[in-house]
């Protein structure tokens, strides 16, 4: 089992930043593809940026690309999401999602390539 815990969340005005992190524990060794998605009120969850394991170019949704930066830190388990430049439309809850069984490195947008969740964090952007 992997357990994930986001943090970081919050309310800044437009153009502010965030930075927010999920701390994986337990078998962490298994997740071959992590990723944060959001989801806003009255919208499907959408992945925001992937990020592979093994290596390669992290995936970023095209909304977000030039402004967020996923990286993580294997020694300390934990996953990031650097957020600069926020905008109103960037209001949702943000989810960490871990992947052990493979799906997501061929589909790695899709909610049901990932078998582990964290609880989500709020970010909310003022105009």
Request: proline share 3%.
């Amino acid at each position: 089992q992997v357990q994930l815990v986001e943090s970081g969340g919050g309310s800044v005005q437009a153009g502010g930043s965030l930075r927010l992190s999920c701390e994986a524990s337990g078998y962490t060794y298994r997740s071959v593809c992590m990723s944060w998605f959001r989801q806003a009120p009255g919208k499907e969850r959408e992945a925001v940026a992937v990020i592979y394991v093994g290596g390669g170019s992290p995936y970023y949704a095209d909304s977000v690309k030039g402004r967020f930066t996923i990286s993580r830190d294997n020694a300390k388990n934990t996953l990031y999401l650097q957020m600069n430049s926020l905008k109103p439309e960037d209001t949702a809850m943000y989810y960490c999602a871990a992947d052990s069984s493979g799906i997501a490195l061929r589909y790695p947008r899709e909610v049901t390539s990932y078998n582990y969740w964290g609880q989500g964090t709020q970010v909310t952007v003022s105009s």
